[in-house]
Every structure is written in structure tokens, then in C-alpha cells.
């Protein structure tokens, strides 16, 4: 699962039993503890937060796929 859909699920689903319910990949809770170590996301009192560098490379990705898709129409 790339990073950007799964930050996007994170912001979306900060509880890891929504995630789980709503995403159910079995590959979903190790990519976390990827992007924990990486420091993007943090988990407090049993949520997953997305941390400012996650935001920013969130809105990054949206940038550079808006920048794509304008580039392909064009």
C-alpha cells in the first residue's frame, strides 16, 4: 500500500479497530510501524496521529498528483 493511501486512511481512521474494519489489509498494521520509525505518524492513548511531517508530505503527494493529472489533460 503506498504511503500517501495510508496516511490518508491514518487521518481518516485514527482508531486502529476503524482502520482495521475499514481498510482490512493484512499488510496495513507493519507499513504503521513503518511510517512511525520514519516519523510520520505517532500513536497516543490508542490513536494513530498523523505528525506535522506526515501533513506535509500528504499535501505534497496532492500537489504532485494535481501537478500530474493537469500535465496529462494538457
Same mark, same amino acid.
Given at each position: 500500500m503506498?504511503?500517501a493511501?495510508l496516511?490518508r486512511l491514518?487521518?481518516?481512521y485514527?482508531?486502529p479497530a476503524a482502520? +482495521?474494519?475499514?481498510?482490512g489489509?493484512p499488510?496495513l498494521?507493519? =507499513?504503521?510501524? $513503518?511510517?512511525?520509525?520514519?516519523? @510520520?505518524?505517532?500513536?497516543r492513548?490508542?490513536l494513530?496521529l498523523?505528525? +506535522?511531517?506526515?501533513?506535509?508530505?500528504l499535501?505534497?503527494?496532492? =500537489?504532485l498528483? $494535481?501537478?500530474?493529472?493537469?500535465? @496529462?489533460?494538457?
Open positions: 503506498p504511503e493511501v496516511l491514518l487521518c481518516r485514527p482508531h482502520l +482495521a474494519r475499514n481498510a489489509s499488510t498494521f507493519p =507499513a504503521i510501524r $513503518r511510517l512511525e520509525r520514519a516519523g @510520520l505518524v505517532t500513536r492513548r490508542g494513530y498523523v505528525t +506535522a511531517s506526515g501533513r506535509r508530505q499535501s505534497l503527494d496532492r =500537489a498528483a $494535481r501537478c500530474v493529472a493537469r500535465a @496529462l489533460s494538457g
